[in-house]
């Protein structure tokens, strides 16, 4: 059967319990079989309102974040440094020095409560797409803290992701122009009008709006000069009238006396941009495709340019757009579901809230995401994760599944967990009332876990190993059944 | 069709590591052969020549922290270096003279490096740096990583270089001990293998119940099947590649050394690096870190602990490669991500600084003193002056040794050091 490449609406007797489990995959972290059923119940369109719209946030968990960690010397303390400096007075000297080092480490102990807080957010929330998103423009728009070395800009940037990643990629590139840490990220403190620099006018040309080849050096250089005086006051954004080049600039063949704001403008008027974004989230939330566009397929290209010119309609407006993508044929098509290969923070999430595994040591968490290679607040560079098949190969598929064993069994760990890790851990909840024969289970918790596409004979080794394991089916047995669905290859995907 | 269109193109099928050739014996018909089963049976047949190009390998040993190189390759014949550091400074007559002409020594801690220079198996490449040097751990990491003093795109120099090679073997083609793979390591096809430690390179399943592992190699070594769409199928076939590796790897480990090695962590990796170049795995590149060079209190003890486990791992690793008969095939560089500041500081330390040594060791290295040590009386901002860009040494190393193309890895050309003597 042909795939359907168009935004139609999914008829509804298609509308199926695996549908509901592919949704709430791809546009959350998973969910118990439980949360499948609610979500299936409540049918397509209450569905996808619930995950975009939700009214109720998670009260109370914001994280413990200081805007002093690392802030800039007082008037007093500066001539005091520099008296210090003038008249070698090594005490004081020292004494600077172990503030800002004493400083530094509270700024990476705060990064780290950082990153336990995120991965909370995204296994405790009940808006899972707003983190989703959260964590999508963070590898759009990536900044990495072990250059920023300022905890709470990050913070700061992921909470400006968070509340407009879902409304409007607009207001989501003006915000990232007079962003704190990317400012300090890309160097934009130093772009001044006697010597611009041009690493933030090229990135967001390059990396955020447009893609490689869609602007000339000139529209950089022009683009810079716009960008100049766009500094950091401490934890704000501050335009600095005198480092700002306020005379004519020609962008894209428009001339005037731009800002950086008239000049991300300028961006988001030029269709292409529209068309990047829809790439973006194409290949976020439907098919794991190529940078270069030739290398798409057909059906792909299809879609993306009716997202693109429904962005561009919308005026960057991303609800409605998302809203028809979720609920299209497209979407929930069988080229389409079972896929894409999950990220590290969909794999750690989406098994927690999938199988109800016990709390975990949340450094654990942290350094299997490390060896996964996804280390919140800190992607690779600028350009942020490759994603996709990068994420697998040979060293990191062992970090999965030892990441899964850990999470259900508390065991397989350097710290070697608890040795009863699973004692707190009641898998049975997850059979519901179904039928209990040793195969059924088995094949209940694939569909639930693996999905219903896997066909019979790739079950085979799950079964056998169920059938072996006696008439009834006990917790023990049940858990190892998990670890086995965990190291499935299927596991892997979404 | 469009299963067979939709996920992968010819290209990106290749790139994936799932171009195959058929004719599997182990492996099921339909996952065809590993790149791993592949080379085990050329080199049952002995198809692979020692010295030949895809034996070579490649150790970079990182040492992390900012290492002092004026204290490590010593300006002794320099009254402005006991100027500079009246509390640090290695008197001249306890440092270990490399070359009389130049005034140059290397500190007493280097016995065992000072021996290997004399025996024509390491070389001390003076001033090594890049231009505006960048101060920070990270971001200066990050340029030796990349090779990019703009700190690049995600990939390193290593990554980039094997991702030239399209018969490279994918899986194994760079192991790093360690547990996270460095940035210098990661292509944007070739990716790492890390572990710390052999075990840790495997499923942990059996510590639950070891009645699991037969049913998991069930389903990581023979499963699958032929109907599978080209996303799934990449997994099941990476999954195999894991299990392969991870056999090879901990075979590898478990014959125990000829030569005795000290303990240490440098020794310790260095060690388990040994084992696995003498059961030549396909690995083209082996990376090491020792840590603990940011000394900026108190650094006369730690640095002359830090250099003596340093000199003294790569003494018994050479040992090693010598006794089990791999030495020829084995260059290693070791680096570190900045010097430190000519001038001590108040906490008789030194504080980050620029330009400083690179070592190179192995059979084809020009031993002895390279470049020129760099003038103390040229300082840029406390800072010395760098003589060699690094990038000029990964230029050499990736052409000359790897024989991998450095313009497509470094993304420019850099000009030949002739540090390696091939001839």
């Known amino acids: 059967m042909a795939i359907s490449t168009s935004l139609n609406r999914l008829p509804r007797r298609d509308w199926s319990p695996a549908a509901a489990r592919h949704l709430l995959w791809r546009v959350g972290f998973g969910g118990s079989p439980a949360e499948v059923a609610a979500v299936w119940d409540a049918g397509l369109d209450r569905a996808v309102e619930g995950l975009l719209g939700s009214e109720d946030n998670i009260a109370g968990t914001g994280p413990d974040v200081d805007p002093d960690v690392i802030r800039p010397l007082s008037t007093d303390e500066r001539r005091a440094a520099r008296a210090a400096r003038q008249s070698g007075d090594e005490d004081a000297l020292r004494e600077f020095r172990s503030r800002r080092i004493q400083s530094r480490r509270e700024d990476r102990a705060m990064h ?234 969909e794999l750690l999430a989406g098994t927690i809230r999938a199988m109800n595994t016990p709390h975990r040591d949340p450094r654990m968490l942290r350094e299997a995401m490390r060896r996964m290679g996804q280390q919140l607040f800190d992607p690779p560079s600028v350009a942020g994760w490759d994603g996709g098949s990068s994420w697998i190969n040979t060293a990191t598929l062992f970090a999965r599944q030892n990441l899964c064993l850990y999470l259900i069994t508390g065991k397989g760990s350097r710290r070697g967990g608890s040795r009863h890790g699973d004692e707190d851990y009641d898998p049975m909840v997850l059979l519901g009332v179904g039928d209990r024969h040793p195969t059924s289970v088995a094949n209940h918790l694939v569909d639930v876990y693996l999905g219903s596409h896997v066909p019979a004979a790739r079950r085979v080794p799950l079964l056998d190993f169920m059938t072996r394991s006696g008439q009834t089916v006990t917790t023990d047995t049940l858990v190892s059944l998990l670890v086995l669905i965990c190291a499935m290859p299927e596991y892997q995907l979404c | ?97 490399i070359d009389p002409n130049q005034g140059i020594a290397l500190h007493p801690a280097l016995a065992d490096l000072h021996e290997m220079v004399s025996e024509g198996l390491a070389s001390v490449v003076q001033g090594v740096g890049y231009p505006n040097p960048n101060r920070s751990h990270f971001a200066s990491m990050d340029v030796w990583h990349t090779g990019d003093t703009r700190g690049g795109r995600g990939h390193g120099w290593i990554g980039k270089g094997l991702d030239q090679d399209r018969n490279i073997d994918r899986s194994l083609a760079c192991v790093c001990i360690g547990s996270d793979a460095p940035l210098a390591a990661q292509g944007r096809h070739v990716k790492p293998v890390a572990f710390e430690r052999a075990e840790a390179f495997r499923w942990a399943g059996r510590q639950r119940q070891p009645e699991l592992v037969s049913v998991y190699d069930r389903i990581c070594r023979e499963g699958g099947d032929s109907d599978m769409d080209a996303v799934t199928r990449f997994v099941y ?48 590149v082996y990376y090491v870190a020792l840590g603990g060079f940011d000394t900026h209190a108190q650094q006369v003890s730690t640095h002359q602990r830090l250099l003596r486990e340093f000199a003294s791992a790569m003494k018994t690793f050479y040992r090693e490669l010598e006794a089990t008969g791999h030495r020829s095939r084995v260059v290693t560089l070791a680096f570190s991500e900045f010097g430190r500041r000519v001038a001590q500081n108040a906490s008789a330390g030194t504080d980050h600084g620029a330009a400083g040594p690179v070592f190179l060791f192995g059979d084809v290295v020009r031993p002895g003193l390279q470049g020129e040590h760099p003038p103390l009386d040229q300082l840029v901002g406390g800072d010395l002056r760098f003589g060699l860009d690094f990038r000029c040494i990964y230029a050499e190393l990736l052409d000359n040794w790897l024989q991998l193309d450095s313009t497509a890895a470094l993304g420019r050309v850099f000009r030949k050091t002739r540090l390696l003597d091939l001839s």
């Open chain 2, 237 to 284: 076939r990476t999954a195999l590649d894991a299990q392969v590796a991870s056999d090879r790897v901990r075979k590898a480990v478990a014959t125990g050394p000829v030569t005795r090695f000290a303990g240490g962590a440098l020794s310790r990796q260095l060690q388990l690096v040994a084992a696995m170049i003498r059961a030549e795995l396909p690995t083209r």
């Open chain 1, 112 to 345: 780290i409560r950082l990153q336990s807080w995120w991965l909370q957010r995204m296994i405790q929330t009940p808006r899972p797409l707003e983190e989703k998103l959260a964590l999508l423009w963070h590898g759009h728009f990536a900044t990495r803290h072990r250059n920023v070395r300022d905890a709470y800009l990050m913070y700061q940037q992921n909470q400006m992701m968070r509340t407009y990643g879902a409304k409007s990629f607009a207001d989501l590139a003006r915000g990232v122009v007079r962003d704190p840490a990317m400012l300090k990220f890309l160097n934009n403190d130093r772009n001044n009008a006697r010597k611009p620099n041009e690493n933030m006018a090229r990135e967001l040309m390059e990396l955020f709006t447009l893609g490689e080849g869609q602007y000339r050096e000139r529209d950089i250089r022009e683009g810079a000069r716009s960008l100049t005086g766009y500094h950091v006051n401490d934890n704000d954004f501050s335009f600095r009238r005198r480092a700002h080049d306020g005379s004519s600039k020609t962008i894209f063949g428009q001339t005037g006396p731009f800002d950086g704001d008239d000049f991300v403008d300028i961006i988001l008027a030029r269709k292409r941009c529209a068309r990047f974004v829809a790439f973006k989230l194409y290949r976020y939330f439907v098919l794991d495709i190529d940078e270069e566009e030739d290398r798409w397929p057909p059906a792909s290209k299809r879609v993306i340019d009716q997202m693109g010119d429904r962005i561009f309609r919308d005026r960057y407006q991303l609800q409605p757009l998302l809203k028809d993508l979720f609920r299209s044929r497209h979407f929930y098509d069988s080229a389409v579901v079972g896929k894409k290969i999950k990220s590290p923070a």
């Open chain 2, 1 to 97: 069709m469009f299963h067979e269109g939709i996920a992968f193109t010819r290209r990106e099928f290749l790139y994936s590591g799932m171009a195959m050739i058929s004719t599997a014996t182990s492996a099921p018909a339909f996952l065809a052969r590993s790149g791993l089963a592949m080379a085990d049976q050329n080199m049952a047949h002995g198809l692979d020549r020692p010295g030949s190009v895809p034996e070579r390998v490649l150790v970079v040993v990182q040492l992390s922290g900012g290492n002092d190189g004026l204290n490590t390759v010593i300006p002794v014949g320099s009254p402005g270096y006991y100027r500079a550091r009246p509390r640090i400074a290695i008197a001249e007559k306890e440092a270990l003279l």
